[in-house]
């Protein structure tokens, strides 16, 4: 995939999760779901290019299902330290925020790459 379309990709993702902010959070918690959404974009946009992202059209439900299970992973691999300044009402929210993004993700990746009939 050229660098050009993964480029597209990123904008496109990162434009979903800016749709699900909570620009009014308001409490710890909302404020973490934010960290954990934008979290989740820069670890998309940073591995981006990792990604399989080849496009035959039998294994494109499999590859779509790759790609969720891919991100799902590099976000579950993630290790939040507790911070000094971080109460445990963030960090769930930051989890949260992890979970939020996956099924933005999903939804993203199945409008990126539709199956065809």
């Not at 749709?19 to 959404?37: C, I, P, W």
């Not at 990604?51 to 494109?60: A, M, Q």
């Not at 960090?91 to 993700?105: A, N, P, R, T, V």
């Amino acid at each position: 995939m050229t660098t050009q379309k993964i480029k597209s990709l990123v904008r496109k993702f990162n434009s979903s999760i800016e749709m699900n902010k909570d620009y009014q959070a308001y409490s710890d918690f909302k404020e973490g779901v934010n960290k954990g959404l934008d979290i989740a974009r820069y670890t998309f946009e940073e591995n981006a290019e990792k990604f399989s992202l080849s496009l035959s059209d039998e294994d494109r439900a499999l590859m779509t299902g790759n790609l969720q299970n891919e991100f799902n992973q590099l976000l579950d691999g993630i290790i939040l330290p507790k911070k000094p300044n971080c109460s445990e009402e963030r960090l769930d929210g930051i989890h949260s925020g992890f979970e939020k993004s996956k099924k933005i993700f999903g939804d993203f990746v199945q409008e990126a790459f539709p199956l065809e009939n």
